[in-house]
């Protein structure tokens, strides 16, 4: 047979691309289950690590299921809200039924653009409230997880990860410990321009809301610096209220949110 | 020589080590017999003694300043001169111990394993090396740099006269990204003990990386020109390197050309900066700074890693002025960039000389064809 | 011809090594051999995409229409990284170590061993050759990663596989961590490997 021919030739790919493509959309089918279950079991732990449910090497230990299991008996609620601090949404919090805003991508593009969100608040039963950011490091994309404490206005923990930052750079975001515990204490600005200051140089200034940037990782710091402020700043109706009302009384953050949601 | 190092005899394989004492002890007995050949009194061992012979009031310097530093830091300048001296000579001799035990002890074993004579190239980086680093510098971090510098840096090239970078800036460099928590920032650069107490509004940072705050020393023109400001051991007084350049330029061993083409270059930059509002000083004030100064005297013109040709030595000079100051103003991660822009060069000698020489080559054939 | 299988097989793990000898793959040698974990997880999976791929375009090579045999080559080399990526997401084991090599992975696809054993080997020999030539050739790649790694590791971080081997008193060289460092190694094993070829002469 002439294996040269156009006809063959044609035919050949066509088969050989059918084939192939066939093979590849059986096996995403068949293995999207677990890589989604991954993906949640993953957000989770950060979540949980930022709230300080465990220590985060435990965390990173335990598997899947009890990460779902350990999920459910320590969240207390879970909605989202909107740019004008009203609550917008629900999230179910069962163990067999998660639900998670965890496409933070299209939810950035949102905030700049002041478009429609539905921005999560998970509030945990230690009243710690978690609230995750978003944005651009020099390689990929930075996110991370910030737990508030019950007053809105100190940070209980963060995590912080990324996709492709350098490693023993930019990478120390996620991986050196001694950075994301230098947040914990510090507090928010809600309202303040800037909310929160990851800057070189910033803890000599004696600021409580500062955190020195990383030696080295000058642009992984930088978009850091901005994932922080932009998402605080989109938080900062809701929460800037709570704080407020916080230091007045005992009044929590869902009571507060609440009561938005009436008016 | 003794009969049992020449060939043949029982201690031959260490001829080599043998002959780089005797020629350095005495000058060599074997004369050129044929073919022409240079009368000068000048050989490599001559020139290197010179270098060194330079840099010495910038160590001199840079040894009692170690010890002024020190004073100020823990509020006691009581030491007078020479006891300030006595006190940073103490810090520094370690270093320079290490750096010629370690480097030496490797050009000796590698010329040994090549069986060539042993080449006196290092005398003059093991004396620059303690120099451009901060005293603090724990030794065995020295050592392990030094030796990375001596074998990577030129051993493997072939030895003196054939590294690409040189080998004092190649150590620092493998010490500022191997551990830049000694080689940078406010905790390195004073020498003093856990144990002291230290004036109040203490800062350690240099000059460079102090931002306008304010410090136990002062930042004005002339503390920089003297050159009583923390830094690496020697790079802090301009007057003390002035006096080295004048005995480089005027013995004719470092070329002037690199030294006034790197500081145009600087001012270039500098100046640009001053007028778009980005930079913060004057830019004259920027070749006070750093290393600036240590680095365009003694470190570019290296004669094996800087450029051959006349109008490549202009271009090489400008650009390494040049690309200090770009690092200074626009790289918010380092606040010094004369070593980095130093290295950078060193790669594109070459090419720089290759530019200059094919370009020549096209010329006079223009004028051939037209004539 | 046992004894020609035999020279497949240890060819590109000691004399024609992909790395040391053809100087391919250079690209993510330098990029995930910061941890010994994450090398030897990519070296497992260069050698699965080297020896699959082999495998496949020879029992394909005879009728593989020659104009378009790149790309059908690229067609299943693509299919078999796609696998291997997907398997080790969807693993719970794994996917945080896929997450660490992230678009390394992918980027199986373009390191230049697995297209040049195909073209060199696979087009013109019998399926098991071709799967031991692709194995092999694989092996040899991972047995560079694995030494490079094991020295980044351990004087990057202190670590092996993310154990503490060296006291915790040991400061860790940062240089050691960044891309360069892995070429001066790289540099470092071809020399050795240099000396060792001329003395074997």
Known sequence: ?263 | MNKIFEKGGKFYWLHSTVDAFETFLHVPGTVTTKGSHVRDAIDLKRILILVVIAAVPAALFGMWNVGYQHGLAVGDPRLNILGNWWYGFLRVLPLYLVSYIVGLGIEFACSQIRGEEVSEGYLVSGFFIPLIVPVDIPLWMLAVAVAFAVIFGKEVFGGTGMNIVNPAILTRAFLFFSYPNYMSGSSCWIHYKPTEQLVDGFTGATPLALDGASAQYGTGFWDLFIGTVPGSVGETSVIAILLGAIVLIWTGIASWKIMCAGILGALFVGGLGDLAGISTIPCYMQLLYGGFAFGIVFMATDPVTSAQTEAGKWIYGFLIGALCIVVRLFNPGYAEGMMLAILLCNVFAPLIDHCVISAHLSRKAKKLKTA | MDKKLKETILNPILKGNPITVLILGICSSLAVTVQLKGALVMALSVIIVTGLSSLVCSLLRNTIPMRVRIIVQLVVVAMMVILVDQILKSGEGTYAIDKQLSVYIGLIITNCIVMGRIEAFALGNKPIPSLLDGLANGVGYGLILIIVAFFRELLGSGTLFGFRVLPAGYIPNNLVILPPFALILLGCIIWVHLIRQVNLR
């Open chain 1, 1 to 263: 047979m002439n294996t040269n021919s156009n006809a063959y030739t044609v035919i050949y790919t066509t088969l050989v691309v059918v084939v192939v493509a066939a093979v590849l959309a059986f096996t995403a089918m068949k293995l999207k289950p677990s890589q989604e279950a991954n993906a949640k079991a993953e957000t989770l732990r950060q979540m949980m690590s930022a709230a300080g449910v465990k220590p985060t090497e435990e965390l990173y230990a335990a598997k899947n299921a009890e990460i779902l299991e350990l999920y459910a008996d320590n969240i207390q609620e879970a909605y989202t809200i909107g740019l004008d601090g009203e609550k917008n949404g629900t999230l179910s919090v069962s163990k067999d039924k998660i639900e998670l805003v965890d496409k933070l991508k299209p939810q950035n593009a949102a905030i700049k653009a002041g478009g429609e969100v539905t921005l999560p608040v998970y509030i945990f039963k230690s009243g710690i409230a978690v609230i995750p950011i978003y944005g651009a490091g020099l390689w990929g994309p930075v996110w991370g997880y910030i737990g508030i404490n019950a007053d809105c206005h100190t940070i209980a923990g963060a995590f912080f990860d990324h996709e492709s930052e350098t490693p023993g750079l930019g990478a120390k975001i996620k991986d050196e410990a001694w950075f994301r515990e230098k947040f914990i204490g510090k507090t928010v600005e809600w309202g303040e321009k800037p909310a929160f200051r990851l800057e070189k140089n910033a803890e000599a200034s004696g600021a409580s809301n500062a955190v020195d940037a990383i030696t080295g990782a000058t642009m992984t710091s930088k978009g850091l610096d901005e994932a922080l402020n932009v998402w605080f700043d989109a938080y900062g109706k809701l929460f800037g209220v709570a704080a407020f009302f916080n230091a007045l009384g005992d009044v929590s953050l869902s009571e507060v949110s609440n009561s938005t949601e009436e008016e």
